[in-house]
């Protein structure tokens, strides 16, 4: 809730600047190209349809810009520096479209008029939204600072380095609500009073206290033992850091994260950008609208096939877990027979006799994934991303990959990097292998690498190597 209203006076902050940028340069132009374009008093000009619209639709247009540019993403935390290259790049980025879409239309008396109105809107716009973004900036720092906002950190680890970070975070306002030992044989070096058990105590104190995230500092060295721990973390689905030390090479791929001083590792966070992550979002919605638009005559003939086929419902939802581990109904074109899962959950083989034989064809072409577009434009999905399962299926992978949880920490997609490149998995051991490459697809996201996933995945549609 605190982070949404945050986000939410970022918001409100850069659209009242946007307003009054457009209303100053409005006055520029007037006194520059206005004469030229047929109008004598400056009210006349400033209640000119296109300059009308222009004042109710340019602020929207910057939130926009903002939005994809990942600036309301995280509220909290922000720091000053990259706040300033951000905002100066997304505003010179904005200013360029706003040039070409609007400016280009008036004439100017001279060609350097251009020149003046881009600069004097680029320093305009550049000001007037980093000077209140800087100042509520500033001010979360400082609520932080004198304990107003609160972020309750639990530390596990008891030794020398769990005290020098507890007392770190303590002076920029964290909340230290306790330590773990790992074991009763751990050297203690923090006060007694704040132990509040052992790992194994863990999920019992996460059930009951709000705790914002797990600081792991701990005085092994060793690389394995460490990631033994971790391995018990990942379940409580909080953001995990770990203190960095030289040599670390295990997490080499994860975003290092300096708080004030502090080098610590995220390791629940990957290299996407926020910036890319929001691109993706909207992409991924407008091509959604169009692909199930161009399709739809295919959707109409596969509903025909499947009725004709067999008897039963057009759809098939199942639960599976999706995003930060919330359930959600996936749809999919039915390609069994009713009834087809009585007992338990089983996985599809290449012969199953359960699949009809139209269901056979869907399989083999992809065909039953399309309804999932819908998925994506309800946001329970992604057009790529790991595939999502059902938490029968999850409860037995954890038990051999821990780490599988991380995938929680993005929406699970139509197609993915371990279905181009492994393809359907018939046991639990085979999704743990295609567990590599969806691992791969977390820690290396980018819009390429969509892209190329895409293209992979047209190829297996066109050849029909699906099942």
């Not at 000077?131 to 304990?147: A, D, S, V, Y």
């Not at 790529?384 to 051999?400: C, S």
């Not at 999704?431 to 297996?460: A, C, H, P």
Request: hydrophobic share 45%; net charge positive.
């Amino acid at each position: 809730m605190r982070s949404t209203i945050q986000a939410g006076k970022y918001v409100i902050a850069d659209f009242l600047s946007a307003s009054v940028v457009w209303i100053l340069f409005n006055l520029l132009r007037y006194h520059e190209v206005a004469s030229y374009l047929g109008f004598d008093t400056l009210a006349s000009f400033l209640t000119h349809t296109r300059v009308w619209e222009g004042q109710m639709l340019v602020p929207f247009f910057w939130l926009a810009i903002y939005y994809l540019s990942g600036y309301y993403n995280k509220p909290f935390g922000k720091s000053r520096i990259s706040e300033f290259f951000l905002t100066f790049s997304t505003v010179w980025i904005g200013v360029t479209v706003l040039f070409f879409l609007i400016l280009l239309n008036d004439i100017p008396h001279s060609i350097y008029v251009y020149y003046e109105l881009y600069f004097t809107l680029l320093a305009l716009q550049f000001v007037c939204t980093y000077i209140p973004r800087l100042i509520l900036t500033q001010q979360g720092i400082l609520k932080i600072k004198h304990r107003k906002w609160v972020m309750n950190v639990l530390i596990i680890g008891t030794g020398k380095k769990a005290q020098t970070i507890a007392d770190d975070l303590f002076k920029l306002g964290y909340h230290i609500a306790g330590f773990i030992q790992e074991d009763k044989s751990e050297e203690t070096k923090v006060n007694q009073e704040l132990i509040r058990g052992e790992l194994t105590d863990l999920p019992e104190i996460m059930k009951s206290e709000r705790l914002d995230e797990l600081v792991v500092a701990m005085e092994t060295s060793e690389s394995q033992k460490l990631l033994s721990i971790l391995y018990t973390l990942y379940p409580f689905k909080r953001p995990i850091k770990v203190l960095y030390v030289d040599k670390m090479l295990l997490f080499s791929r994860v975003k290092m994260r300096n708080m004030y001083g502090i080098p610590l590792i995220d390791l629940t966070d990957n290299n996407f950008s926020e910036a890319g992550k929001n691109l993706k979002v909207v992409l991924d919605k407008v091509l959604s609208v169009l692909i199930m638009t161009v399709l739809s005559p295919l959707f109409l003939y596969i509903i025909f096939r499947i009725k004709k086929d067999s008897s039963g419902p057009v759809f098939f939802r199942q639960e599976r877990i999706g995003y930060l581990g919330k359930p959600f109904m996936i749809y999919k074109f039915r390609t069994m027979y009713v009834d087809a899962e009585k007992e338990k959950p089983m996985l599809s083989s290449e012969n199953d006799p359960r699949i009809t034989p139209f269901g056979r064809i869907m399989r083999k072409y992809r065909l039953d994934e399309l309804p999932q577009f819908w998925n994506v434009l309800k946001g329970d999905m992604a057009i790529v991303g790991p595939r999502p399962e059902r938490k029968y299926y999850i409860d037995q992978i954890v038990k051999k990959a821990p780490y599988y949880y991380l995938l929680h920490n993005v929406h699970p997609g139509i197609t993915s990097l371990g279905m181009v490149k492994y393809g359907y998995a018939g046991n639990v051991d085979e999704m743990v292998e295609r567990l590599e490459y969806d691992m791969l697809y977390y820690e290396n996201m980018s819009m390429l690498l969509d892209l190329k996933i895409l293209v992979f995945t047209i190829q297996t549609v066109a050849t029909g190597k699906g099942i």
